[in-house]
């Protein structure tokens, strides 16, 4: 066959891509390469890890990522910026609206137009993407439940998780690649009634938060599973870059929301929760998901707050256009950006180089949490058991689209 | 803590020429490095009771293309208790003829974080890290052919026997 279309077996492939980092030389005696993934339903994504073992205990981890690779960055140097968004998009699609978000608003900066967006317009930002962090936080924990051997938590975070796809569904029309958040506005105003459905929505969603930490936080077996395990110290987890929940789970109150203070963020009322070690000690997997599940109440208040404003001061009328401020040609200046925005999982950053004459950028880095997040693995889990691996991994909350982007 | 106060203490340390340019319209600001002094520098801004920037935010590799012939690597640090942040930018030539590949002294025993992102200019780009641990290839396969954010990158038609180019 001249053109062969299907994958042409031959032994010698496996031996040239080397799959491993670790050859049966190097190991000790007694000690064994065990390989987890690429597909375990504990990495939400593909992703290897090659685990030296001795016995149950492990002595050390390489990750091996890059199947999921999807050449954002070729891609975005390759396109228009308002044409990027879908990519991003699709990088982290737990948590489209956020990256979104931190996406526009990096290339507003740039143009400069940061100052003039509308306030309903920022006030529907914030909305939608405080309700995509909750549906992202959702499925953290409920995978994680599920992970550590829970089954009946994801189901319900599931479903609660469900409601909230539908509202984002209902303003866009899509489930999880939104691209709703348009650079210098919206894709279009929120629907007639969402205010309305959103308010009603909060209210059922109060005392299900209630019922998740019941569930899941005060269980006796989930507490004996992650508290005292994957232990990540404040300063190994700043030296590594560490970010978002992982972080805070590690005692450092620190959120770009209120660091940066970007959007409207400084204009509503939140707290940062940071890990406290109430079950084991501080930064251990059970203070990080105990984060996660603060944030959410931290999110809903947020969602309370924008809402009584976008149905007070901030009403629709009929003069509104979420997209006056769309550029026709997006020319940023000759300049060098790095933007940053506080995700579900850490610090989303997108470093653009412009050249002044093209709407192409020259350069766009896209800085991912999960990526960062994940570096810490091999540090924090030698000497653990195989079954806390797992633990610790789910803990990271990783979405590989952004590990690999 | 301002840009000024930084480059004061680094031509303190260094001597005149260590900053080469600066560059205010950037944001965050951006200083100039010369290559070879880069790990110095950053250990200089780490460690310093005045800047103390603890935090490596990103490191991006770039390639300004075969015509300029030279490559560039910019750090985005971040001072956590000052909250302050700088970026600095170093600008290394391409490979020629007498040299190999374009090399630059690695930072990743500063920040671990640094370790993964110089692998990944290291796949994507093709700069190369003196003194990095663990130099390999990270998401691509170890045995694909060229750094695909290089300006000049043609994709190798068949790869194990699967059609790259469509």
Same mark, same amino acid.
């Given at each position: &066959?001249? =053109?062969?279309?299907?994958?042409?077996?031959?032994?010698?492939?496996?031996?040239?891509?080397? @799959?491993?980092?670790?050859?049966?030389?190097? %190991?000790?005696?007694?000690?064994?390469?065990?390989?987890?993934? @690429?597909? /375990?339903?504990? #990495?939400?994504?593909?992703?290897? %890890?090659?685990?030296? #073992?001795?016995?149950?205990?492990?002595?050390?981890?390489?990750? /091996?990522?890059?199947?999921?690779?999807? +050449?954002?960055?070729?891609?975005?140097?390759?396109?228009?910026? =308002?044409?990027?968004?879908?990519?991003?998009?699709?990088?982290?699609?737990?948590?489209?609206?956020n990256s979104e978000h931190a996406f526009a608003m990096g290339v507003e900066q740039m143009l400069g137009i940061a100052d003039q967006i509308p306030p309903r317009v920022e006030y529907i930002r914030v909305l939608v993407a405080e309700l995509n962090r909750l549906a992202s936080h959702f499925v953290a924990v409920g995978t994680y439940a599920m992970d550590i051997g829970a089954y009946t938590p994801f189901l319900w975070l599931m479903r609660d998780r469900e409601h909230i796809m539908r509202l984002l569904e209902w303003t866009c029309g899509a489930r999880m690649l939104y691209n709703y958040i348009w650079i210098g506005g919206l894709f279009y105003d929120l629907p007639l009634g969402f205010e309305e459905r959103c308010a009603a929505f909060i209210k059922y969603l109060k005392p299900k938060l209630g019922e998740l930490e019941k569930l899941v936080m005060n269980n006796k077996i989930f507490v004996e599973r992650t508290a005292n395990v994957g232990l990540l110290p404040l300063d190994v987890a700043i030296n590594y870059g560490i970010s978002g929940p992982m972080l805070r789970g590690s005692g450092l109150k620190l959120d770009l929301r209120k660091v940066d203070g970007y959007s409207i963020?400084?204009? %509503?009322?939140?707290?940062?929760?940071?890990?406290?070690?109430? &079950?084991?000690?501080?930064?251990? +997997?059970?203070?990080? #998901? /105990?984060?996660?599940?603060?944030? +959410?109440?931290?999110?809903?208040?947020i969602v309370e707050q924008c809402l009584e404003r976008l149905t007070g001061d901030l009403t629709r009328d009929r003069k509104f256009d979420p997209r006056a401020l769309v550029p026709k040609k997006i020319r940023p200046k000759k300049q060098d950006f790095y933007v940053r925005a506080e995700n579900p999982r850490g610090e989303l950053g997108f470093y653009f180089r412009t050249d002044g004459k093209s709407d192409i950028p020259f350069r766009c880095k896209a800085r991912s949490s999960c990526f960062v997040n994940l570096s810490v693995i091999s540090e924090i889990s030698k000497g653990c058991m195989i079954a806390d691996l797992i633990a610790i991994l789910g803990s990271i909350d990783i979405v590989l689209g952004e590990v690999d982007r | 803590m301002i840009l000024e106060e930084i480059q004061a203490l680094l031509t303190d340390k260094f001597g005149e020429d260590i900053v080469l340019a600066t560059d205010t319209d950037a944001s965050p600001p951006m200083l100039h490095i010369p290559a070879a002094k880069i790990a110095e520098v950053c250990m200089a801004l780490h460690t310093n009771e005045k800047t103390y920037f603890d935090y490596l935010a990103c490191l991006t590799g770039m390639d300004n293309g075969p015509e300029q012939g030279t490559m560039e690597v910019i750090y985005h640090l971040y001072s956590i208790p000052y909250n302050f942040q700088l970026s600095l930018q170093i600008i290394i030539t391409r490979e020629t003829e007498s040299q190999a590949y374009a090399e630059v002294p690695t930072v990743s025993h500063i920040w671990r974080t640094a370790d993964w992102h110089e692998r990944e200019a290291y796949d994507l780009v093709g700069i190369h890290f003196s003194g990095h641990p663990d130099q390999r290839r990270i998401l691509l396969p170890n045995d694909w052919e060229g750094h695909p954010l290089r300006k000049d990158y043609k994709e190798q038609e068949y790869y194990h026997g699967i059609k790259v180019i469509y």
């Open positions: &066959m001249a =053109n062969p279309i299907q994958y042409q077996f031959d032994e010698q492939h496996l031996r040239k891509s080397e @799959p491993n980092k670790f050859k049966a030389e190097d %190991l000790k005696s007694e000690e064994m390469i065990v390989n987890v993934g @690429p597909q /375990h339903p504990s #990495t939400h994504g593909v992703l290897r %890890l090659e685990v030296i #073992t001795n016995g149950e205990v492990i002595v050390d981890v390489v990750p /091996h990522l890059g199947y999921l690779h999807r +050449c954002f960055e070729k891609h975005a140097e390759n396109l228009p910026y =308002n044409q990027i968004l879908p990519f991003v998009d699709r990088m982290d699609y737990l948590a489209s609206m963020y400084p204009e %509503l009322d939140f707290d940062i929760p940071v890990g406290e070690g109430l &079950m084991g000690s501080v930064g251990d +997997c059970w203070d990080r #998901t /105990h984060v996660r599940v603060r944030e +959410c109440y931290e999110s809903l208040k | -």
